[in-house]
């Protein structure tokens, strides 16, 4: 018995210690991105995404075999995870992307970069998180099937820091690939073109994450009755990580000439911010803050498109119709909170 314990201690340590040095690389990332060295950074959010995941699936797997992991969303401690979540606004660092400044339609030059337009604010994950993580592998490993309030808690917060990780590795390495077309002097790059792809993979992969995530929150809430517009201000810093992705999103079609599915994703920015800033303005002063700045964003990603397609007629007449569509959709009645979250298609880069 005694022996058993022991494995059991240090096979909790080591989890502990692989998370540890996961949260470390994050942080190590960050200060890679102040330097301005990109390809190091990019290294160090694999390395952190990769250590995360690995201990999230040894958690999950041993969740599973004492069949305790498919009744855990039963029993969420939606309390704990909203304040966690509200800290995030605390969590992205915001002087790494550059002014946009007075961003009109129309008023920048042709060839200028489109760089300005990129969400470029990674997220650190702060201190505390280290004794939060550690508390959770012994959590896992300890808790009883009977305790499912406190697995419960563990599973969303592992989902939640795993979203961190694939969007500061989806953004590292978009970075990345932007730094390859600058050394290359322009034009299409294979080597950025593979970095772009991956950037889109992880993009995507953020966003279905937190799509996931505030739906079954809305699903809990209404299986409470609970309507109270407080408890969604928790989404606002998931909402701006969702916004973020779908605004590079647009980038990297755009540098990948997929000039069509860039328009698509500005527009839908243009549309959802639209949306969001009515629906949360009085509500979630964080997202009040930013929503401005993706609703510049994607205007000037549309302007520049326009002009990237020379006004051809066939374009007008697209844009035009797609503009009505947009102005109809206005119009309608906003459809369910989780529905704001957008659920782009394929960004890979063919």
């Not at 599973?64 to 939606?78: H, K, M, Q």
Request: aromatic residues 6%; charged residues 25%; positive net charge.
């Amino acid at each position: 018995m005694t022996s058993q314990r022991q494995d059991k201690e240090r096979i909790i340590l080591r989890l502990q210690e692989t998370l540890s040095a996961a949260l470390q690389s994050n942080r190590s990332g960050i200060e890679c991105l102040h330097a301005n060295n990109v390809a190091r950074a990019l290294t160090h959010f694999s390395i952190a995404f990769r250590k995360h995941d690995k201990v999230k699936s040894i958690l999950v797997a041993k969740m599973e075999r004492t069949g305790r992991l498919a009744i855990t969303n039963r029993s969420i401690d939606t309390t704990v995870i909203n304040a966690i979540e509200r800290d995030m606004a605390d969590w992205f660092v915001r002087d790494l992307s550059p002014t946009l400044g007075n961003l009109e339609e129309g008023t920048e030059e042709e060839n200028k970069p489109t760089e300005a337009l990129i969400c470029r604010e990674p997220i650190l994950l702060p201190l505390a998180i280290d004794t939060l993580a550690s508390n959770i592998v012994t959590t896992v490993c300890n808790t009883t099937s009977q305790q499912l309030s406190e697995l419960s808690l563990a599973v969303s917060i592992m989902e939640l820091l795993t979203t961190c990780h694939a969007y500061n590795l989806g953004l590292a390495t978009h970075l990345y690939g932007l730094e390859i077309l600058s050394t290359a002097g322009g034009g299409q790059n294979s080597d950025a073109r593979i970095h772009f792809n991956r950037a889109g993979k992880s993009y995507e992969f953020t966003m279905r994450q937190l799509r996931s995530r505030i739906k079954e929150h809305e699903r809990h809430r209404n299986n409470n009755n609970n309507n109270n517009i407080s408890s969604q201000i928790s989404y606002g810093p998931q909402l701006i990580v969702v916004l973020g992705c779908l605004n590079n999103l647009a980038d990297l079609y755009q540098k990948t000439n997929q000039l069509a599915r860039s328009r698509r994703c500005y527009k839908q920015l243009k549309t959802t911010t639209e949306r969001l800033y009515n629906f949360l303005q009085e509500n979630n002063p964080f997202v009040r803050i930013n929503l401005p700045l993706f609703l510049t964003r994607s205007r000037e990603g549309l302007s520049r498109l326009r002009r990237t397609s020379n006004s051809s007629e066939s374009s007008s007449d697209e844009m035009t119709s797609d503009d009505d569509r947009e102005s109809s959709s206005r119009r309608t009645p906003s459809p369910p909170f989780s529905q704001y979250v957008s659920n782009s298609s394929s960004a890979g880069a063919a």
